[in-house]
């Protein structure tokens, strides 16, 4: 069945094939803000939710939530949901609203799938499916955040106001587990991820900060005090009466929020039915009031400084009887993993050094023998470990020269760890299973691409969604052997086919030193190597961030193979630090980030130079973010570029937030010469090469500060560059109308300069 499944792929891939016919790509094929003009060159691909049964999907489909058979495909209606949607009507949501919200795949049933937990018009309900009762628990003005049912589904917890909360959802009644939440420039988050926090160390989009134990007693939590922390504002202009927004956000240096680990016992909370008619004092509950149901225990982090402390990760003990956190210092020079009890105690299980930084790992994957797997990049490779609970290395499981990326879970009675790695290429991922004891993995996914596995809860099965650079995502299912069963989405997308496209090279550059840079390269489709052809690079740079993938690139490598239909090559090359190769390639960016970054790049440039049909006079390079960084930096560091367009740009590192910044970089204080020496304001003045600036005027990420300040710099020291920015636009431009914008600029300040 294996090999049944590579010739399928390779069948999929050919019959996808981008090399294109005769048509040529427009700005408005790609970006068009009417949908009508605009070609979805990603098609619609799948991406299957696991039911709680293991067997099937949730997925809507034509609007309506279905439960469909993992094997065979047969899809039947998941509950009743057009009861659902006419009980929110009743209680007053929009028609439209109701039906979204009843046939979202993102539902969050009980255990028992009787019951379902929702959010509409800023309330908390509880539907009972058998029943059709709708039932509202919360009625209050402030917002409820973030709620998620316990695991035995009998309770919801919450954030009002900072403060954590649980609501029975068959009673109603609620309880109030912290009283000292508070906003402003003074706030406290309990149970609740302030900027920071989400940004740089839970992932973009992850507020909630609070997890119930396995037996549903218990709420650990992180508090956040902000209190010393600076507040960042931004005007958004667009509304006649203008709108400003304000931000705790640590710039390198300066204070990170105070951060404990708080250990709620439900049970001993006291209910507070009516808590929004008790009299404040102030915006305080009055003090008895405070004391009511004092079921938090902090856990005693004494032996870290307060100001120096982030916790990184937190996880329950599969027996409720601890909490694991990960602890780092603020410049993370090493990472602790420590076990809480329930009465606030702490002891170390392990601490991870390394000559640089230490990567924050994913949380500890129990087994039902109480041991742990334990991922570690002790020797500058992301590799599997077991340990005792107690934290005794038992052995080391996975070893080579490439990286662990994603562990999907343990399989007790089979003993096999199944896991994404870069195993046989650096630039994709496969999915493998290796035994618990150790020996050579096992590759379960065929042919090349990047593959991105959903398991259910057994692990006896596995969705996989598979792209590669020529062909967007198709999604099929697996047995866990790797045995294919069938193609779920073929997602094929005729409109490529149609189209004049370029075929991508991938090849390999070293360094002056001998690293081994990963590369892609577009050319024209109607490449002849007898011409000179202009270049232009993109590039992201940064740590751990590759750009070189044999994955699809949606509606950006669309716009590079415009370019390459007006003559230009599009050059991609990962420097080292990005490469993806391992921690070992990463830690020399330490305290100098641009400066080793730049040195690949020219290396880069170097091999494209020596390639007859390369035009080394007209080379330009382009980037967002850290990528508008080393675009930046390029331009006034280096005289190697024609022209450079910076977006979303860092341009100083004193500017940009502190536990990105200072995990590479330590803080100012700790590195002066490094956050000189990296400075693109300091050397405004040896800009070298047309330069366009482009920022959102609302980027809460890279504050427009970054470019205002470089604009500054430029302007006094006479020189010549363009600026653009975007009113209402964020760190990414969203707006279609501002996207079609964006590239049409970008185009034609190619056009006209390179």
């Known amino acids: 069945m294996k090999k049944l499944s590579f010739l399928l792929i390779a069948i999929i891939a050919l019959s996808t094939s981008v090399f294109g016919q005769d048509k040529l790509l427009t700005l408005d094929d790609i970006f068009s803000p009417d949908t009508t003009k605009r070609v979805r060159f990603g098609g619609s691909p799948v991406a299957p939710a696991w039911a709680p049964d293991g067997k099937s999907f949730k997925q809507t489909i034509n609007g309506r939530l279905m439960r469909v058979d993992a094997v065979s495909g047969q899809a039947v209606p998941y509950y009743d949901s057009g009861s659902l949607a006419a009980a929110l009507m009743r209680v007053g949501i929009r028609a439209d609203e109701a039906n979204a919200l009843a046939n979202s795949q993102g539902l969050q049933f009980n255990a028992g799938e009787s019951g379902i937990l929702l959010n509409a018009s800023s309330d908390l309900w509880f539907y009972d499916i058998a029943s059709k009762n709708l039932k509202r628990l919360t009625n209050n003005k402030d917002e409820e955040k973030e709620a998620e049912l316990s695991p035995d589904g009998k309770l919801a917890g919450f954030v009002r106001g900072n403060n954590l909360f649980v609501v029975d959802v068959i009673k109603g009644n609620e309880k109030q587990l912290t009283r000292d939440g508070r906003e402003g420039d003074k706030a406290i988050y309990n149970g609740y991820l302030d900027w920071i926090y989400e940004e740089e160390l839970y992932g973009r989009g992850q507020k909630r900060g609070y997890w119930w134990s396995p037996d549903s007693r218990y709420i650990a939590f992180l508090r956040l005090d902000e209190e010393r922390v600076p507040k960042f504002v931004i005007a958004n202009d667009i509304p006649n009466d203008q709108t400003i927004e304000t931000e705790h956000y640590p710039q390198a240096g300066d ?49 870290y400084k307060p100001d120096d402390l982030l916790i990184v990760r937190v996880a329950w003990a599969p027996d409720s009887t601890a909490v694991l956190f990960q602890a780092q210092n603020r410049e993370q020079t090493y990472l602790d993993l420590n076990a809480a009890k329930l009465d606030g105690k702490v002891t170390q299980v392990l601490r991870e050094t390394s000559p640089a930084w230490v990567g924050i790992n994913d949380n500890p994957l129990f087994l039902k023998d109480g041991t742990a797997i334990w991922q570690s990049e002790r020797d500058g490779w992301n590799h599997l470990y077991q340990y005792e609970n107690d934290g005794k290395l038992i052995r080391r499981i996975t070893a080579g020269k490439w990286e662990v990326r994603t562990v999907y879970g343990a399989d007790a009675a089979s003993e096999w760890i199944y896991f994404s790695a870069t195993k046989d290429s650096h630039i994709a991922e496969n999915i493998y299973r290796v035994r618990l004891a150790g020996g050579e993995p096992e590759r379960l996914t065929q042919g090349d691409g990047w593959h991105t596995a959903i398991f259910n809860k ?163 390079i382009h980037g967002w973010s850290y990528g508008g960084f080393m675009t930046s930096y390029a331009l006034t560091h280096s005289k190697a570029f024609k022209i450079g367009i910076a977006g979303g740009s ?99 300040f190619i056009l006209r300069n390179l």
């Not at 929020?257 to 305080?284: C, F, Q």
């Not at 995990?663 to 020496?677: A, H, K, S």
């Not at 470019?707 to 920015?725: I, N, P």
């Open 255 to 303: 204070s990170n929020p105070t951060v404990k680990l708080g250990l709620a016992d439900v049970g001993k909370a006291s209910p507070l039915p009516n808590v929004s008619r008790i009299p404040a004092v102030g915006n305080r509950l009055p003090p008895v009031l405070q004391r009511l149901g004092d079921s938090v225990k902090f856990a005693d982090i004494s032996a």
């Open 650 to 748: 860092v341009t100083d590192w004193h500017l940009y937030d502190s536990i990105y910044t200072e995990r590479y970089m330590l803080t100012p204080q700790n590195n002066r010469d490094g956050y000189e020496r990296t400075s693109v304001l300091k050397a405004a003045k040896n800009l070298s090469g047309r330069l366009l600036l482009i920022h959102g005027q609302v980027d809460d990420n890279v504050h427009m500060q970054n470019t205002t300040q470089l604009v500054y710099e430029l302007q006094k020291a006479d020189k010549q560059f363009e600026v653009m920015y975007y009113p209402t636009a964020r760190h990414g431009i969203t707006n279609q109308a501002q996207v079609k914008h964006w590239y049409q600029m970008m185009t034609e």
């Open 458 to 620: 057994d692990l006896t099965y596995f969705a996989e969604l598979w792209s590669d650079v020529n062909n967007p995502a198709q999604t099929r299912l697996y047995k866990s052997d790797g045995t294919l069963l069938r193609v779920i989405n073929e997602n094929k997308v005729d409109a490529l086919s149609q189209y004049k496209l370029g075929k991508p090279e991938f090849t390999k550059v070293k360094t002056r030193d001998g690293f081994e840079m990963e590369a892609l390269m577009i050319k024209p489709a109607d490449f002849d190597p007898s011409k000179k052809y202009p270049v232009l690079q993109f590039t992201y740079a940064g740590p751990h961030a590759q750009s070189v993938l044999n994955r699809w690139g949606g509606s950006r490598y669309m716009w590079f193979h415009l370019l390459s239909q007006k003559g230009y090559i599009v050059w991609i090359c990962d420097n080292r630090t990005a490469s993806g190769k391992g921690q070992e390639s990463t830690w020399p960016v330490y305290k100098q980030m641009g400066v080793l970054e730049l040195r690949d790049i020219e290396d880069g440039l170097g091999y494209l130079k020596s390639l007859p049909y390369i035009d080394g006079e007209r080379i330009g």
